[in-house]
């Protein structure tokens, strides 16, 4: 493994209460040797619970790693749809993890049948979206939303653990779900206290994007600039700052 590995996660929302959280569970998640800085975007909206949110948030997320890639080994992107996650990989030859895409792999290493519980009722579609897009509907049996506003996961979080533990009794008995990934980057932290009221494995989805970056470089691997992830065509962008102009990171 490298002497030290230096990893960007980047916190999909401007709430900086779910940010300094994210950082604390990926500080928690990472080896001695590895450096973590957790950000947020300059701009976008508070917490990402429809379409809407999410495509505003992604042009922040991006620029977070358009002004950062030389410095960072890996990147981060800490919210469960991964939003942006195709775009931010054609922008750096880095690895770019999302946390739901980690989280479902390291679901699918422990259990047969799991499944996600996550927040807002109105998200399920895009949760559901999200699962198919990594490749997993065929193992992913269960999801149960909470009606939990992303930003309670955060400032209610009783309440919250509380939530999930009534869905996930109910993801055990109904849809016989041997692990669950908790698909909030506002959840990390729970997942310890979950399993030990629910007895089986719960993914804590950041700190498994936090070891999969970790593996990813210490394996020297980069993203593949073969063909769907090469840097983006160097076409003005009206509209756009300067340095996210796609002619001014071209490698």
Not at 217 to 235: D, E, G, I, N, R
Request: hydrophobic residues 40%; charged residues 20%.
């Amino acid at each position: 493994m490298p002497a030290s590995i230096h990893i960007k996660v980047i916190n999909g929302n401007t709430f900086q209460p779910m940010t300094q959280g994210i950082n604390e569970s990926a500080q928690a998640a990472c080896f001695p040797g590895t450096e973590i800085v957790t950000t947020q975007p300059q701009a976008g909206p508070e917490s990402i619970e429809s379409y809407y949110d999410e495509y505003l948030a992604i042009p922040g997320i991006l620029e977070e790693i358009i002004l950062s890639q030389d410095t960072f080994d890996a990147f981060v992107i800490a919210c469960w749809g991964d939003p942006g996650v195709e775009a931010a990989r054609e922008l750096t030859t880095k690895p770019v993890i999302g946390i739901a895409e980690a989280s479902m792999y390291v679901a699918n290493m422990l259990a047969a049948r799991w499944g996600i519980v996550t927040t807002q009722h109105r998200t399920l579609n895009m949760i559901t979206q999200t699962i198919h897009k990594t490749g997993f509907s065929h193992r992913c049996v269960s999801i149960r939303t909470t009606g939990i506003p992303v930003v309670e996961t955060e400032t209610a979080r009783q309440a919250t653990l509380e939530g999930l533990e009534a869905i996930g009794r109910l993801a055990i008995a109904e849809d016989k779900v041997e692990a669950l990934c908790l698909g909030c980057a506002g959840m990390s932290g729970l997942d310890h206290e979950l399993e030990k009221r629910l007895g089986i494995p719960i993914i804590d989805s950041v700190a498994a994007a936090v070891k999969m970056a970790e593996a990813l470089v210490s394996l020297h691997k980069q993203t593949s600039k073969a063909l769907t992830y090469q840097l983006p065509s160097p076409k003005p962008i009206l509209g756009f700052p300067n340095h996210m102009q796609p002619v001014n990171f071209q490698r």
